[in-house]
């Protein structure tokens, strides 16, 4: 299937998976380029520190570090869950460029993110790999160590653990309609994509289910606990920089 100007095919499977592409005030947005290459101190000239301490103050996190790694795994989650089901859907994915995307990091999914131009590529893993970590994640990571000191650890295991959620969630939407053969897919790119050596030693899959090797440091919150996929069966009581490898 040819990708749609509109991506709709995307739309069925809602939240983090939609992409916008037109009838948004996108020109008035900064770029994911521009967020992750900022180097403007402050938060309120910053839309990445400004992301991290919107949500610091919605989870009540008294750590920025720990805001600062939820931030880098959502935002991971939504590139992934529309790089993936684009390839799954469509056997296609839009150029995902950080120049093309426009960002709103004051708003949530599906309207938080808008593509300024759809130019088709095509939809295998390495195709994938290439626009997810190396366009968005690996920048993203650098900018938020530098002010953050977030651990390479934890943030390769975000960026395995948001791949391997957006590949269960599209496997399981594929399933209630049907469409084995849109979860076979899902399936087989999630596995590919995560023996990607950027993403080696993050975690280990089987069948759909993922165990990361680290821990995101949701523990942390309050109220919170240990993910479904953490390396810690219960949240840990030793010092915080000990977790977060």
Same mark, same amino acid.
């Given at each position: 299937?040819?990708?749609?100007?509109?991506?709709?095919?995307?739309? +069925? =499977?809602? *939240?983090?998976?939609?992409?916008?592409?037109?009838?948004?005030?996108? !020109?008035? /947005?900064?770029? @994911? &380029?521009? $967020?992750?290459?900022?180097?403007?101190?402050?938060?309120?000239?910053?839309?990445?520190?400004?992301?991290?301490?919107?949500?610091?103050?919605?989870?009540?996190?008294?750590?920025?570090?720990?805001?600062?790694?939820?931030?880098?795994?959502?935002?991971?989650?939504?590139?992934?869950?529309?790089?993936?089901?684009?390839?799954?859907?469509?056997?296609?994915?839009?150029?995902?460029?950080?120049?093309?995307?426009?960002?709103?990091?004051?708003?949530?999914?599906?309207?938080?993110?808008?593509?300024?131009?759809?130019? +088709? =590529?095509? *939809?295998?893993?390495?195709?994938?790999?290439?626009?997810?970590?190396? !366009?968005? /994640?690996?920048? @993203? &990571?650098? $900018?938020?160590?530098?002010?953050?000191?977030?651990?390479?650890?934890?943030?390769?295991?975000?960026?395995?653990?948001?791949?391997?959620?957006?590949?269960?969630?599209?496997?399981?939407?594929?399933?209630?309609?049907?469409?084995?053969?849109?979860?076979?897919?899902?399936?087989?790119?999630?596995?590919?994509?995560?023996?990607?050596?950027?993403?080696?030693?993050?975690?280990?899959?089987?069948?759909?289910?993922?165990?990361?090797?680290?821990?995101?440091?949701?523990?942390?919150?309050?109220?919170?606990?240990?993910?479904?996929?953490?390396?810690?069966?219960?949240?840990?009581?030793?010092?915080?920089?000990?977790?977060?490898?």
């Amino acid at each position: 299937m040819d990708l749609d100007p509109d991506l709709a095919a995307l739309r +069925p =499977l809602a *939240g983090f998976f939609v992409l916008r592409t037109r009838g948004a005030p996108a !020109g008035s /947005l900064p770029t @994911l &380029a521009q $967020a992750y290459a900022t180097t403007s101190p402050e938060v309120s000239g910053n839309p990445l520190f400004f992301r991290v301490q919107k949500v610091a103050t919605a989870l009540r996190v008294p750590e920025p570090r720990v805001a600062a790694s939820v931030t880098h795994q959502g935002l991971a989650a939504r590139l992934w869950s529309v790089a993936l089901g684009c390839a799954a859907l469509y056997g296609r994915v839009p150029d995902l460029d950080a120049r093309l995307l426009r960002w709103d990091a004051d708003g949530s999914a599906p309207d938080d993110l808008w593509l300024t131009e759809v130019t +088709p =590529l095509p *939809g295998d893993a390495p195709t994938v790999a290439d626009l997810v970590l190396d !366009g968005h /994640l690996a920048p @993203l &990571a650098a $900018a938020l160590r530098s002010r953050h000191g977030l651990a390479i650890g934890l943030l390769r295991g975000n960026a395995a653990s948001a791949l391997a959620g957006a590949a269960r969630e599209l496997d399981r939407w594929a399933r209630r309609h049907g469409r084995g053969d849109i979860a076979a897919r899902a399936r087989s790119l999630a596995a590919e994509l995560l023996a990607d050596p950027r993403l080696t030693g993050a975690g280990t899959l089987t069948g759909s289910a993922f165990r990361r090797r680290s821990c995101c440091l949701y523990y942390r919150v309050p109220g919170g606990g240990v993910c479904g996929d953490c390396c810690f069966p219960r949240p840990p009581r030793s010092s915080p920089r000990a977790s977060s490898g």
